[in-house]
């Protein structure tokens, strides 16, 4: 066993003789694991009656006869154009109402009968025909699941999953609270898709009902979870201990993985951050999907060896980039390290995505050489990193309903973004060089010391509970602006914010100030000062001790962070947009109270 | 008789022991009067056969139990789910011409029979259960009223429109000047509602077609009125003396609200100001909605007692600015100060809108103090205000037609805008502490001084020579680039500009230039240089004197604000975009002229 | 024989006694030239079995009888009203995919049975009434060609069109490269046309498949070039020699007009530049205008004298202004000076548009003066300069293929935009004082001794040996940066970059780094430092000299630019987006080098 090396390989779209330079360079780089097929349904199903794997064979075989382990791809994550042709259902209707036919990836309607049972009977198929062939070590259903269908399909689908949620209409509309704006539903079938034809205004985000919108969102989720699982039950009708995952997307909005979770066997994503400053970024995000799976390995499915092709500008990954990040992903838990891809495509919208090898197949680029060299190491390490890390004793909370509630509210700041409070709360933890956990609201708290919620808009079940828990026996518990404001409902809390985290906090708030991005509050931290922007909370301290106090607007002198003395712990009140100086000063004190700072605290 | 203080209240959001709790805050806050059932069409009709007010019955029972009176709504500025799904024509088409579906409010197709039918049924079922009741003291119809349906019934209806306004198509034919780009219409059924579909590209304001823009969107304003009116005359049928109103939006540019006017037994409106620097627009605002019913006192129907919801960014209301708005109101004619909302809603889009009472149902927040105080306050004034006030010696016209001709027109610039030229003549006006009317072209002039004419890019009937009327008796007469340039079908004038304004004003323009915003040219007024931007015209006197002249350009030395003697009074013409400070030099020389400059002229 | 002047007159729009005024004015202004007819559709045709030319034959004799020449347009470029009700498939569907109802103009679908039907037989009629009146002296058919369709017809006719092209779907197939993505096409009712409801995303140059969206692109442009070979037949059944015209619009994206280009009797072009200080980009314009006929003379078929209408900001022009850019048009080959419009509409959309005569119908304003001068110079001139011209040493290659593939590519940068790559080289020949050609691909380059092929993305037939033998004869072939990328079916070559084009230039290059726009890489050119931004290729010499090389990055000190000697001429390959000061250094060297720098070479 050693850290899997290659990636997503299509020689399909090449003549075979192709192939044999790719195995030769494959040679040279130390390639031991290719995926393959991931977008070969058209091909492996020229009609819906006529099933080919002649060349799939052929690709999977020669593999093998190379001593390459395969990935194996179900093939479904873009259907046939003539599916779409022969079932118009399969295409999508999107947020704008509008129709789709045949075109693009990731393009099918969840809730089409047809799509489901045609991608689930690919999936069986292919795990029968490839499943007793022991190069083949896993299997990769579907690909980087995404996007929303509302079709009239989905829009019986949702009802179908509402009634199944709600006891009746009188609990969802009790949940919804639509007696606001005359909403009250007396019939499921009136019930439609929140999208700009109904519940929506500008966009996604700006919604006249937050708790239809969440729910659809929860919906979708799970709607495409449950195509993932199609193909899974499929593939497990003929191959039972193959381990079978889809790569996911880090810090993506559309799916709450972790729900998605439990269902894959290995966690896997693709690591494409927006730049090469992204280091902490990257760190956290394999920290969050590490934590999918209780710590488990994970994947790293798919990086650029060099460049990406959708973006507005596509920077090419300094010399060494590509080796320091690969490795960053092995520390943090990756015992695989892929690229996407192994050729570069010849045409169409990723001809110019960076691949090991690219267009004039030279094995002397510097790409090539520094994928070739990074093989090597990888091969002289062999299995000495699988499996290893130490236990973090912190842990940072991330919940994709805090996420979508966050930001799909009307008020208090469409400026305030989830990922970027959450982000900054881990800058500071990674700039101390401190071992994070990135869970659920669901994980077990008692292995850590300082547990951090920012944002945390939603609370559902005993999270409050188990956060007092967490500082009753010592701990500290973290949480900022926004936190504990509504129930799994997105319905506020009837009471005190911060709602149920009230009295671990010791604070109330009744009012706060929203103000334009420019507009700077200096706080007070100590000997500190520094800058607070976009969400001022008024706090009024019922037994906190204030930390940090605003220094200017009829608020100023008023606190902005707090600290709490809860059991034999604290629980510390971030009431305002810190700047990341800010925010890495009350991390620095929380840590220090717990002697976790790391070996270089100094250094930022 | 004291000035009415209280707000919109939905009881029917919350069990009826909160109720209690609400009462009791209402006695504190010296509450006297809510607005009830504003959106509770789906509770009261639950199915098309079936009416329960039963709830309603309560609230208004209660209310006057409670000794509060009441502005009971007609409930019809959202219709239910069922409706939707039983009628579908209900629901709109938009712009874009996309069919919709249920979901959000103010959603009516205007020319919906069903809608119509319904509506005016609520509001005659309302009338007849609730009219003897003494507490109700004002009928509030639906709510807000805004946006515009493309469907196939409004397109009949403006088919309709259109044939009652033209003696036939041959005067539409000319009206359009469908000449130009082979439009002539030779069958009414020929004509398509002006969209995305049709004549727009980019955006409602850019049309191909004036003409059809421009009548379409009075036909809306139009449309939407009848649906008033199908409410205020069901309401009649029952309730014979009760007044009726329906909440305006201040400067709303959907609806001409000048000619809704004659239609509401009292004007009200819900003043949502951009932020806390728009005292002066409020003043307008105020000023305007006064104007309406031709100086009767109106009511501030709606606003927030600390922030809004829907928008990006929504700050806080500092300390005393609620108090200090609210007199404003009162100030310039309002004899109710309402807010929207008695006790802020649990869930959906406006769980996060201020309200007197909040989520954790507290009497000691600063807001529910600051609202206890003011209502105090009203209350020791008792009627001492009611219907007060000095008639006012300067007038500013302000025209729907005009602002809807300008913003719809290609040429000459995009970046002028109706509102920002009205509002820096009222500016001028308030810094100089002037009491100002805001009035309709058609208003009586004969009683002013002073009447300003920003932007009146329309000339409709006889204003060109009510306005040369009072310059004859003495009276000043200011208007400004873009004025006089079109007739009441948007046709130019076949003369020169400023149209049949030139003899007032003296003067002649043939060609104008616009810039991009950065571009200025300086303008030297007396011995101030002050900035003008955007436009500027070039002006041959045609005996008017020269009072201030473009400092730089091909133009520089040529005028650019003129004074033409006329009668025993003057035209005063300002051809390019001043900055405020240009606009107030020129306004202090006209109120000098007639002594109208407020106690403290030199404080801007 | 004099350069005609003149301009859009549209009579139909004004009462018979306006006419008279018109003629007087055109007396003065020496008015020679009117084209009539454009959009009277609508007039000529009030129903479908009636034809009605009373009106425009009034107009064609009266300006017969006044001694005026007629370009007689055929007055197809907006259907009427009645057209688009009775026949609804006239009317398009857009990128969007939603179906267009009557409006605008510039809306009929190309592949409409019903639009080529009547559109031929009204430019038929039309020929056989007017074409023996010696007053006509061109016939202009349709107006400015552009959009697009995307609706069943136009679907139906690009599956037509690919099966002509392709020998069958394998050679579509193969060309599209459809293995990448599941695309494989089985039957050709499957294919689509590439739209926002299928291939693309964001916008129309973001597709997921280059090739489709490329061939559609060819395809519109053939379809328009169909429509107006269907009325140039039409014509040439009874008018056998009078010749024939549509108006270009310069650098127009939509349209191919090297492939139009031949089926014009004469080019003519509509030059309305982004503001005054496009004085390089309207020579290049009229170069490129000129080369579609091979040198022939153009008619500057639309100016306006003044100021647009339908831009957000429309300047005027300043004296002389409107001279100056007449006199350049006649220097690069225009042997008529032609305005939109004679007369200024009253309504609609173009109102504010700039004319001749103005609403007032004076002839004393500036405008009508500086236009009546330069009539008079013209007709002083006389012919003098009638097709005169020194055949230029440079040209400038320009290619609707390089510009479509290079922007609608996914990677490496958005920010690349094709026009402004070509004009950095010509304002470089410009500044120079240079005269140029600017050529298709396929012109004959042996008559240049400078040939410069900006960002020539896609090399089609035998353009690379062309280039090579250019320089094998001792000229120069300059290129630059994402040249060289990509074949007619816009898949990369399987070579080295720049593929054909690497042994002219004597480089490979393995990699390109794209950054953000403010990101700078100063470059150094002998003693010159200069800017180089949003692409930086990595050149790797083989067998070319550095003549420039990056300053900063790990590339700092590699080549940026290179010159590579080829038979007895050279190759230069520039990588980098030099700003002008750059490109303007590289371009005189290689003047140098032939003795064409200009008689001012040092005046930038
Ligand atoms: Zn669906
Ligand atoms: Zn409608
Ligand atoms: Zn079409």
Redesign the pocket.
Known sequence: MKVRFGGDYNPEQWPEEVWTDDYRLFDTARIDTVTVGVFDWALTQPSEDVYDFSTLDRIVERAAAEGRQVCLATGTAAHPAWLARAHP?IT??DFEGRKHRFGGRHNS????PVFRRLSAEMARRRAARYAGNPAVVAWHVGNEYSGA???????A?FRDWLRKKYEGLDGLNAAWNTRFWSHTFYDWDEIEPPSALTEHWRGPDHTAFQGITLDYTRYMSD?MLTNYLDEKNAIRESSVDVPVTTNFMGMFRGLDYHKWAPHLDFASWDNYPPDDTSQARMAFTHDLMRGLKDGQPFWLMEQTPSFTACRDVNPLKRPGVMRLWSWQAVAHGADAVLFFQMRASRGASEKYHGAVIGHSGRDDTRVFREVAELGAELDTLGDAVLGARTPARVAILFDWDSWWALEISDGPSRHVKYQSVVLAYHQALWDAGVDVDAVSVTADLSRYDVVVAPALHMLKGDIAQRLEAVAARGGTVVTTFLSGRVDEHDNAFLMDVPGPLGTLMGVRVDEWDARAPEVINPVRLGELVVESRLLFELVIPQGAEVVGEYQSDFYAGTPAVTRNAYGDGEGWYVAAGLDQAGVSWVMRQVLDRHGLSGPYPDVP
Chains 1, 2, 3 share one sequence.
Request: aromatic letters at 6%; proline letters at 6%.
């Open positions: 259902e999508r209707v309607c969840p809730s089409s269908c509302y079709c009239d399909l989905c829009a689908g709607a």
